[in-house]
Structures are given as C-alpha cells and as structure tokens.
C-alpha cells in the first residue's frame, strides 16, 4: 500500500551522559513528533536496518548483511531487552527474494542485537514487540566492511519485494552519523579481547560488560571536555550526508570508499549506510519527499545527531 520511512541516530549513552536539558527536551520532542507521525501512519510491517557493537556478530562468522528469521534484544545500556516478533516465513520469502536479485544475504534464526536495533523500536514505536519486524544487519564496524553502493542495492532489493506485499511498511535506519566511539579492533586487541571479538563476547560475564560500558561512558565524558580526544565530529559532512538522501541523490555515494568515510566523519560513521539502504527501499515507491529534518552535534553522545522522514511524493 505505502511506505514510511524514519532514520533517527542511535547512542548507548542516553540517560548516562547527557547534554544541557534544553538540548535533551530538544531531542525528545524530535523524538515525539517522529512517534506521532509513524503511529499516524498505522505501520503494518517494520524494516529495521541497523548495526551491530561485537553484541551479537563476531568474527567467527561476520557478515555484510544478514536477515533474522528469529531475533532477541540484549538490553545493554539499560536498553530493553527480549524477543522482537519477526514473522518467519515473510522474512524467509525475503531472504529469497533479496538473493534472487543478485545480493549475497545471510540469515539467522537466532540473531542477537543490541541497542542499535532496540532504541528505535522502543522510541518510535514504544517497545520491542509492538510491530512485526524484519530486522536486517548491516556490518558497521567490523572490517572488511560492506561499501554504499552493496548497501544502497540491499535496500532496493529489499524494497521491491516488501513493495509487492500490500501493507503499510514502516523502513526505519538506526544509526549515525558522524562518530567514533571506543569501539575495539581485530588487529589492535590483546589476546583476551580478541578471543571476544572472534565470539565469546556474545555470552559476556555481567560484570565485564559493565566494564565495557564503563569504557564507553568514561570517553564520552573525556571528550566533552577534550574533543580531541576521539575522531572529531563533522557537522558540516553530516549535513551534507543528509541533504542527498533527501535530493535522492544516494548513488553518488557509491564511490566514497570506507577509508575515505572513517577519516571524514570517523569510523563508526559506517552505520549510516543504514539511512542509504532505507532510502534506498524506500525507492520502490517512486520520488519521495522528506520531512521533519534535525540534526546537532552533541559530544556528550559522541554522536552527529540526526533524525530525518519521508514518504512517497504519490501516497
């Protein structure tokens, strides 16, 4: 019938490290007024891209993309946890159908995700379970990282096919946009840590994840008062970013390389190819238009900050 799409940027640090409590009421109210048009827009169906933390995909198996045909939300950084609903034989007949048009997916039937995937859910939609979802991953941060143009055609394949299924589809990306937390890496980590990333991370004692959220909260205030401290953010490349999404003008991306993109907006700024695969599926639908654009730069998140929607210009 129609599509709704919501990009809105994700950050573990809500609640922990804050900004000045008019830049949060700020945040917030973006936040309702994205709430009140998707429950407006009555979805029938969610398409969630997000990204992964070395929460639930580890380098013992580390795909581009995959597809959950069952999932369950960690609930790290205090964010909800449990099962979201996936209706398991659509998501199989899109795993299919994504494959059939020449895009290499994995799928999981026990897929596990973190806040990336929790915090949209729960902020737009009001809890996990709410909604059916097909919820898809895309690598992040994990090098050899997937590039826009791989990311723009998932999207285009995904959107074809949930095109087709008559139902009001809600295509919501988390993530982004300009950012480089304290994320570990394969080729840097001591033996401990990468024996976690390579996947006993996936089940962590409770009190070493405290430690590793420990981390993240001790370098988000570290670089409030020094924003040298980690990548800067790039407000002036963000908004760029958001204006040719909103022009349609996403294949110019595809020839921004991943090495270009960390040394411009940092190297957890990958999980914006999550807004190109929604815009991207968002294009089954013909030209669209955006609305209700936001975007700040806030440290206390390490995050460029940015929530943006658009729907059909025919709907």
Same mark, same amino acid.
């Given at each position: 019938m129609? *599509?709704? &799409?919501?990009? #809105?940027?994700? +950050?573990? #640090?809500?609640? $922990? &490290?804050?900004?000045?409590p008019e830049?949060?009421?700020?945040?917030?109210g973006v936040i309702a007024a994205a709430r009140a048009r998707i429950a407006a827009f009555d979805p029938e169906l969610v398409v969630l891209f997000a990204p992964d933390h070395y929460n639930g995909f580890f380098y013992d198996t580390m795909p581009p993309f995959c597809l959950g045909m069952a999932c369950h939300a960690i609930g790290d950084f205090h964010s %909800? *946890? =449990? @099962? /979201?609903?996936?209706?398991?034989?659509?998501?199989?007949?899109?795993?299919? !159908? &994504?494959?059939? @048009?020449?895009i290499d997916l994995a799928v999981s039937y026990c897929m596990q995700v973190d806040h990336g995937f929790a915090q949209p859910l729960e902020f737009l939609l009001g809890g996990l379970d709410t909604r059916p979802v097909l919820p898809v991953f895309i690598n992040g941060v994990a090098v050899p990282l997937p590039g826009f143009r791989r990311a723009r055609l998932l999207g285009e394949a995904i959107g074809k096919f949930v095109r087709q299924l008559d139902k009001r589809v809600l295509i919501l990306a988390s993530g982004g946009i300009s950012h480089q937390p304290p994320v570990p890496e394969l080729v840097s980590a001591n033996a401990h840590m990468?024996?976690?990333? #390579?996947?006993?991370?996936k089940h962590l004692p409770a009190e070493e994840r405290q430690l590793r959220q420990a981390r993240t909260i001790s370098a988000a205030r570290g670089f409030v008062e020094d924003q040298s401290s980690l990548h800067p953010l790039n407000p002036e490349w963000d908004n760029q970013f958001i204006t040719l999404l909103e022009q349609g003008r996403l294949a110019e991306l @595809?020839?921004?390389?991943?090495?270009?993109?960390?040394?411009?907006? =940092?190297?957890?700024?990958?999980? /914006?190819? +999550?807004?190109?695969?929604?815009?991207?599926? %968002?294009?089954?639908?013909?030209?669209?238009?955006?609305?209700?654009? $936001?975007?700040?730069?806030?440290?206390?998140? /390490?995050?460029?900050?940015?929530?943006?929607? !658009? *729907?059909p210009k025919n709907r």
């Amino acid at each position: 019938m129609s *599509a709704y &799409v919501h990009c #809105l940027s994700h +950050t573990p #640090l809500v609640g $922990y &490290v804050d900004p000045a409590p008019e830049v949060l009421a700020e945040v917030d109210g973006v936040i309702a007024a994205a709430r009140a048009r998707i429950a407006a827009f009555d979805p029938e169906l969610v398409v969630l891209f997000a990204p992964d933390h070395y929460n639930g995909f580890f380098y013992d198996t580390m795909p581009p993309f995959c597809l959950g045909m069952a999932c369950h939300a960690i609930g790290d950084f205090h964010s %909800l *946890a =449990g @099962d /979201i609903p996936v209706p398991a034989q659509l998501a199989e007949a899109c795993a299919s !159908a &994504v494959m059939d @048009d020449g895009i290499d997916l994995a799928v999981s039937y026990c897929m596990q995700v973190d806040h990336g995937f929790a915090q949209p859910l729960e902020f737009l939609l009001g809890g996990l379970d709410t909604r059916p979802v097909l919820p898809v991953f895309i690598n992040g941060v994990a090098v050899p990282l997937p590039g826009f143009r791989r990311a723009r055609l998932l999207g285009e394949a995904i959107g074809k096919f949930v095109r087709q299924l008559d139902k009001r589809v809600l295509i919501l990306a988390s993530g982004g946009i300009s950012h480089q937390p304290p994320v570990p890496e394969l080729v840097s980590a001591n033996a401990h840590m990468r024996n976690r990333l #390579l996947g006993s991370g996936k089940h962590l004692p409770a009190e070493e994840r405290q430690l590793r959220q420990a981390r993240t909260i001790s370098a988000a205030r570290g670089f409030v008062e020094d924003q040298s401290s980690l990548h800067p953010l790039n407000p002036e490349w963000d908004n760029q970013f958001i204006t040719l999404l909103e022009q349609g003008r996403l294949a110019e991306l @595809d020839g921004l390389s991943n090495a270009e993109l960390s040394a411009i907006a =940092g190297k957890s700024a990958h999980e /914006i190819k +999550t807004w190109v695969a929604a815009f991207a599926a %968002l294009s089954a639908w013909g030209p669209w238009q955006s609305e209700a654009r $936001y975007y700040r730069p806030i440290p206390e998140w /390490i995050a460029g900050f940015g929530s943006l929607s !658009a *729907a059909p210009k025919n709907r």
